[in-house]
């Protein structure tokens, strides 16, 4: 099974993917949106994505989008080498996706640093700093004594 993972050339979205494989010694190739489109780019290529958005997983010639299940997926295949990564019992589930679409919720800063610049960078970082403090506080609770957010051992919902 080859797996590509199509993405701009920065972190964001696409980073916890890469973190999670790599954890579980999983190889993968980072193809830039460039490389994997090809002729027409992204515009031509994009409504003919699953979900018109990157970060693509490509898992030989089937395309998976939207992070969280790109995330699920990848957390599946780190399951099959480490049990409990993505953990079948519900309430531990519930919990892991909880960590991850929290810290999900901090994402938004990637704009933030990397596009803003001047008044605009200003107004949008007091704005983002507005909600970040509670956000934070929120998961430190959900973290408590840890040193992870489902128990002693990592899961995905640490990968964020
Ligand atoms: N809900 C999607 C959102 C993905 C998203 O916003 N991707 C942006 C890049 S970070 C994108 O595809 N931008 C190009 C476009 O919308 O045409 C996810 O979590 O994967």
């Known amino acids: 099974m080859q797996l590509r993972l199509v993405y701009f050339q920065v972190r964001a979205k696409a980073e916890p993917t ?11 190739i980072d193809e830039s949106i460039t490389s994997y489109f090809g002729e027409g780019g992204w515009p031509t290529h994009k409504p003919k994505t699953p979900w018109g958005s990157v970060p693509i997983l490509a898992v030989d010639d089937v395309e ?6 790109i995330m699920r997926f990848v957390a599946g295949l780190v399951e099959q080498k480490e049990a409990g990564f993505a953990p079948s019992e519900p309430m531990l589930a519930a919990k892991c996706d909880a960590a991850f679409f929290a810290a999900e919720e901090l994402g938004p800063v990637n704009p933030v640093v990397n596009v803003f610049k001047g ?9 983002y700093f507005e909600t970040f403090p509670a956000k934070l506080s929120n998961l430190a609770r959900a973290l408590g004594d840890g040193p992870f957010f489902c128990g002693s051992r990592p899961t995905y919902g640490d990968f964020k």
Not at 18 to 28: Q, S
């Open 119 to 127: 008044e605009a960078f200003a107004e949008k970082k007091a704005s």
């Open 64 to 69: 998976i989008a939207q992070t969280p299940a």
């Open 18 to 28: 890469r973190m999670a494989l790599a954890y579980g010694g999983i190889p993968w």
